[in-house]
C-alpha cells in the first residue's frame, strides 16, 4: 500500500536532510563570533554573574570585645636589715628572680677589728650601699627586696632605703645577737613591722628562739623565726610572715 502523506507535508528538499541545515538555507551570519544560527546575533562572553553581598543585619554582628590587659602585680617593698655579716645579701640572693643587684666590695685589712663577721665566716666582701631583688608572689602581688648595708658607719642609708617600705626581715646571726639590736631599734623607732628571722648558719641555732627572743627584748607581737638564708623555700617562708605582719598593719591603719 502507497504512504500516506500530509498535504501540508513539504516535499523533502532535494540533496538530502544536509541540504536542509540552516546553513545551507540562510547562509553564514555576519560578523564575528561563533555562529548562533538563525541570524540572532553572536555570543558575547559577559562575566559570570555574582549576587551582591548583602551585610548582615546590625543585631546579628558579633562584636569581638578586646579582653583588658592583665592589671600588673601590686609593688610591695621590703627591708631586708640586720648586722654586719649575718646574710642579707645571700637571704635576697636566694629568693631574687632576677639576678641580684649588689654593691659587694673588697673587705681589705683597714676593717680589721671593725668588722667582725664571727669566726665561722669565710667572708671576703661586703656590701657598701644595698642589695636588690624581686620576686612575684603572686598574679596581684610583687615583693622588691631591698637588703641594707650592714656596716655601722652605713648606718645613714638605712632611712633612705625605708622609705616606702611596707615592711622588714631582720636578719640575726643567733651566735652574734648583740649586731642585731640597733636593727631593731631603726624598725621599732621607725614604726615598720618588722619579722626576726634567726639564719641557721650551718643549720645550727647557738640559742633556742625561746632565749633568743628574751635576749632581744621583742614583744610578741613580732613574729621570730628560724630560716636559711641560702635556701630559696626558707626565705620564702620568712617573707611571707612579713608580709602577714605587712597586710595586718595596712588593713589596721585603713579601718582606723
Ligand atoms: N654556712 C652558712 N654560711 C652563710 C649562711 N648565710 C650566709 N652565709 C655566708 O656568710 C657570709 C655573709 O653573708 P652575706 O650574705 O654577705 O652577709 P651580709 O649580711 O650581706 O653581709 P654585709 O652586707 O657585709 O653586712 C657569706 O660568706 C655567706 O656565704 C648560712 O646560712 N650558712
Ligand atoms: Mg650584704
Not at 627591708?79 to 635576697?92: D, E, I, N, P, Q
Not at 652605713?154 to 646571726?173: C, E, N, Q, S
Request: aromatic share 6%; with cysteine; charged share 20%.
Amino acid at each position: 500500500m502507497d504512504s500516506v502523506r500530509s498535504p501540508d507535508r513539504p516535499p523533502s528538499p532535494p540533496g538530502g536532510l544536509s541540504a536542509n541545515s540552516a546553513t545551507a538555507r540562510y547562509g553564514q551570519p555576519p560578523g564575528p563570533g561563533p555562529a548562533t544560527g538563525y541570524g540572532l546575533p553572536p555570543v558575547v562572553a559577559t562575566p559570570a554573574y555574582r549576587p551582591p553581598v548583602v551585610p548582615p543585619p546590625a543585631a546579628t554582628v558579633r562584636r569581638v570585645r578586646p579582653t583588658p590587659p592583665a592589671s600588673p602585680p601590686i609593688p610591695v617593698k621590703i627591708l631586708v636589715a640586720g648586722g654586719f655579716g649575718v646574710g642579707k645579701t645571700t637571704t635576697v640572693g636566694a629568693i631574687s628572680e632576677i639576678a641580684p643587684l649588689t654593691t659587694e666590695a673588697e673587705m681589705t685589712s683597714a676593717g680589721i677589728g671593725v668588722d667582725d663577721p664571727g669566726v665561722r665566716s669565710a667572708k671576703t666582701t661586703t656590701t657598701v650601699a644595698m642589695d636588690f631583688g624581686c620576686v612575684t608572689i603572686d598574679r596581684s602581688l610583687k615583693l622588691y627586696l631591698f637588703g641594707t648595708p650592714g656596716q655601722a658607719r652605713f648606718g645613714f642609708m638605712w632611712d633612705d632605703l625605708a622609705r616606702g617600705a611596707l615592711g622588714a626581715l631582720v636578719v640575726v646571726d643567733s651566735a652574734r645577737l648583740d649586731d642585731c639590736y640597733p636593727a631593731i631599734d631603726f624598725f621599732e623607732r621607725a614604726g615598720l613591722p618588722f619579722v626576726v628571722g634567726v639564719n641557721a648558719f650551718d643549720g645550727r641555732l647557738a640559742h633556742d628562739l625561746g632565749a633568743i627572743r628574751w635576749a632581744l627584748a621583742i614583744g610578741e607581737h613580732v613574729p621570730l623565726v628560724r630560716f636559711d638564708a641560702r635556701d630559696r623555700l626558707s626565705v620564702r617562708d620568712a617573707l611571707l610572715v612579713v608580709l602577714d605582719r605587712a597586710l595586718d598593719r595596712a588593713t589596721r591603719d585603713r579601718g582606723a
